[in-house]
């Protein structure tokens, strides 16, 4: 397959999260660039869903995000439709900063799924290798692909949504 687009559409699953700003303006916003970036349709979207802010060790306290996920045919590569997020991160205000990954932000766009594909390259490990772990990943995911197979578990995405909820504990359903 070409770097930059291929003739077959594939289907493509995307985390979107904000706790920054207008945080529903910024995902709607950050649908409406990619739904207009040649090579890509946007097909389905969840609703959005409010979370408590996991943070990390060092870290300051945050504020809820809003999260959901989108489900998107694209004619482009998986690492081209990356570096489409990333521009889009960059357009809404998003400041990457080594080292403070786990920071507030005004919109965060994850490729999780690409098609059936196993990927592990630098920068780009598809699936995302934290999604079967997060709540706030399944649970808007599971709205839209609930049927789509982890291509890693071999199982459906709200059959590991069901196992994180089973797994969980009282105090940390995240």
């Known amino acids: 397959?070409?770097?930059?687009?291929?003739?077959?559409?594939?289907?493509?699953?995307?985390?979107?999260?904000?706790?920054?700003?207008?945080?529903?303006?910024?995902?709607?916003?950050?649908?409406?660039?990619?739904?207009?970036?040649?090579?890509?349709?946007?097909?389905?979207?969840?609703?959005?869903?409010?979370?408590k802010a996991l943070v990390a060790a060092g870290a300051q306290a945050q504020g809820a995000y809003l999260n959901a996920a989108a489900m998107v045919l694209t004619q482009l590569s998986s690492r081209r439709l990356l570096d489409v997020l990333l521009e889009i991160e960059t357009k809404l205000g998003r400041k990457r900063q080594v080292g403070k990954q786990w920071e507030a932000r005004t919109i965060d766009l994850d490729l999780l799924l690409y098609g059936e594909k196993v990927i592990n390259e630098p920068h780009l490990t598809i699936p995302h290798p934290r999604m079967t772990s997060r709540h706030f990943v399944l649970a808007p995911l599971a709205e839209i692909a609930g049927s789509v197979i982890h291509p890693l578990e071999r199982a459906p995405v709200s059959e590991l949504l069901e196992r994180l909820i089973s797994n969980s504990s009282p105090s940390n359903p995240e």
Do not use: C, F
């Open 1 to 51: 397959m070409n770097d930059q687009a291929s003739s077959s559409w594939n289907e493509a699953y995307i985390a979107l999260g904000s706790n920054l700003g207008d945080r529903a303006a910024l995902i709607g916003e950050a649908l409406r660039q990619l739904d207009r970036t040649p090579g890509v349709k946007l097909a389905a979207v969840s609703q959005l869903h409010e979370t």
